[in-house]
């Protein structure tokens, strides 16, 4: 498997198209395109292109916000966008409050001011079902090939330092390679595995990315272990339930027996 940074010479403005960046940064790059290859995006230059962008001193913070954004040392401003962009708030540390977005876990909403304008932030994209199936939509015809389309952001792992790439949307191959009902080494038959493929191609692609300077929002992987196909899937097609997602299940058992010992 090949994994291709496509750095551009310049740096994405708010309202600049992804795919007028990318088929730019192929020739510049030296890559042709294949059927099978999947365009790796970050997720910002897609919000450049949506113009998900807010300047911080455009933000009226509410009551609530001002509140909140002391118990967490943070500007009442961002407190104020994490309301608005989170679907349930579940708390947080100092500049860091855990949010529940478009069914995952994340830091603020996903809101983020690295590699945004000075005094403004970003915001997650909106709508990226349709964003990404038109996206490969435009790939396809303008190469004349079939490839697929991650869509990608930097996350945390509970209890590990640093980040890593995780996927939001992915679109002309399945998320989830399903191990259940095969047989391991010894002939052990699998009940549980499911193998995240697009967190795996996602944290592939982030490496190469970076988190600063880089100029690197595209990669494109090859040979990647995809079979290309006409889907789009985003957050709710890789959810795993509360219910039975280990973490959530095992912290509420033990938080339920040592209510005390915890307060």
Known sequence: MDVIPLKLNCVAEIGSNVLDLATQAMPKNGIRVRSGDVFVVTSKIVSYEQCRVVRLSDVTPSDVARAQAKQYAISAELMELILQEADVIYGGVERAVLTLKDGMLTVNAGIDNKNSPLGNVILW????????NQFRLKLNQYFSTKVGVLVIDSSCMPLRLGTVGVALAASGFKPIIDYRGTVDLYGRQIKITQHA?????AATAHLVMGEAAERTPLVLVRDAPVEINDETYVGADMLMPFDKCFFVGALLDYFRKNSKSVC
Do not use: G, T
């Open 197 to 201: 493929l697009v967190h795996n191609l």
């Open 125 to 132: 994209p909106e709508n990226l079902h349709s964003w990404i």
